[in-house]
């Protein structure tokens, strides 16, 4: 489960990111709540507010995608983190000195969400460097461990900082934009020698274009993107849907609104370590299934009556949601080559995140207008309905092929993956490799 942390350079890495994470689940809750304390508990201004955090992913994602391709990875992510760390401070100390309004959060969100679509792609890219290809998926999880483990203990301390300070987010900020300098040290703190860079990629034009063709002529990628990209936008909303519910039809304060985001941590936290013994790419059919589940388990989470019911089923939630997430994530990576890995995860994340502008101030509007609870029932109604389209899609591509062995003689019957479907890196090399060695191998029918 934890075979990737052997490695120095990922544990000090994840170590730190755990701690850096903490901070970054503390200014979301502080952000959302001093969002909702300065518009009079707008579910609108809520949902604006995350559209402007999610919002630049759709403009600057593929730039980061390139730049991950381009340079060194390590260099890009210590300016990255200490931009973040930068723009957290300036909130904390607009809060402290009485002197915030709602457009500063707005501007502040927009800034942190521009400087996080460049750092995303290229984070994410650095894990296999950081690695190798063999411990890729594991690594995967464990990052969404750590996320997931991160929200776990980030909104519960949030809402307890914010009770104790009377409602004041301005603690909040200031923890985490202490928090980047642990990140930071252990990427300066790394062994250069012991990391896996991929061959960098030229500086020419059209470096963004040959991204989107690369991923529009593989389909399993093109499916994963989709799916990524609905459930991103109307499922992936909990940090709306739970704000609101909290204080809409529970009528309770910031300690229970931490706690609420506290469950669902504890369900992601147990989907991604359930996924962290995963050791090959995910099956396609996987991700249909997984969507549907959390899909439905969104549903059924809008009409619990209570507090308490509605906590509970956030658990099993998180926990579909992570397992989708993580799965998508590694089916990805592993589909890609590695020099076209940056500005395909750049891609993933413009589709994951990049329908969050979209999707966020929609379920606001519906949740403000029609009541919290059908945010969830709409959302998770039409990730259902996204799921099942794909999985009718999945049922009309497949193909029967009858495969003969000379040397020696066998006869096998292979229900296949979809046509045109892109094996991990590692698969298509030993492929390559079993192909040579067995010359005497062919199709002999379909």
């Not at 457009?103 to 521009?114: D, E, N, T």
């Not at 650095?126 to 461990?145: D, H, K, Y």
């Not at 020696?408 to 298509?428: C, F, K, M």
């Amino acid at each position: 489960m934890f075979r990737a942390l052997r490695v120095r350079n990922y544990r000090i890495f994840a170590s730190a990111n755990l701690v850096s994470l903490t901070g970054t689940w503390m200014q979301r809750i502080g952000q959302d709540w001093l969002a909702l304390q300065l518009s009079g508990d707008s579910g609108v201004a809520l949902g604006l507010l995350t559209a402007l955090q999610f919002g630049p992913t759709l403009v600057l994602s593929m730039y980061g995608g390139v730049l991950a391709d381009r340079y060194d990875k390590r260099r890009v992510l210590v300016i990255t983190q200490a931009l973040m760390g930068v723009l957290a401070l300036l909130l904390g100390l607009l809060v402290a000195t009485g002197g915030v309004a709602l457009w500063h959060v707005f501007v502040l969100a927009g800034g942190l969400g521009a400087v996080s679509a460049i750092d995303a792609p290229v984070r994410q890219a650095f894990v296999s460097e950081m690695v190798g290809p063999a411990l890729l998926t594991n690594a995967v999880s464990l990052n969404s461990s750590i996320f997931n483990g991160a929200r776990l203990v980030g909104p519960a301390v949030a809402g307890v900082v914010i009770g104790a300070a009377s409602g004041n987010t301005a603690p909040a900020f200031f923890i985490n934009a202490a928090s980047f300098a642990f990140t930071i040290a252990a990427l300066l703190g790394m062994r250069a020698a012991e990391l896996h860079p991929s061959p960098p990629v030229a500086r020419a034009r059209g470096q963004l274009r040959e991204g989107l063709a690369y991923t529009w002529a593989h389909p399993d990628l093109v499916l994963a993107m989709v799916l990524a990209f609905v459930i991103g936008t109307f499922g992936f909303n909990y940090q709306v849907t739970i704000a609101l519910m909290s204080r809409e039809v529970f009528d309770l304060g910031a300690q229970a609104f931490g706690l609420l985001s506290t469950f669902f941590a504890v369900g992601s936290l147990t989907g991604a370590l359930l996924s962290t013994r995963r050791s090959v790419r995910p099956r396609q059919r996987f991700l249909v299934g997984s969507a549907v589940v959390f899909g439905i388990l969104t549903v059924i989470a809008g009409l619990m009556p209570t507090y308490a019911s509605f906590a509970v089923l956030l658990v099993p939630t998180g926990a579909a949601a992570l397992i989708f997430s993580v799965a998508n994530n590694s089916f990805v990576q592993l589909g890609a080559d590695p020099q076209m890995r940056g500005r395909v995860m750049a891609l993933y994340f413009m589709c994951f995140l990049g329908g969050t502008p979209i999707g966020a101030p929609v379920i606001g509007w519906i949740s403000e207008n029609f009541g919290a609870p059908w945010g969830l029932i709409l959302g998770g109604a039409v990730v259902v309905v996204a799921g099942v389209v794909a999985a009718v899609f999945l049922s009309r591509g497949r193909r029967v092929r009858l495969e003969a062995g000379v040397t020696p003689p066998r006869l096998r019957l292979h229900v296949g993956p979809v046509v045109g479907a892109v094996p991990s890196v590692a698969l298509r090399t030993a492929g390559e490799a079993a192909s040579e060695r067995a010359p005497g191998q062919q199709v002999a029918g379909r």
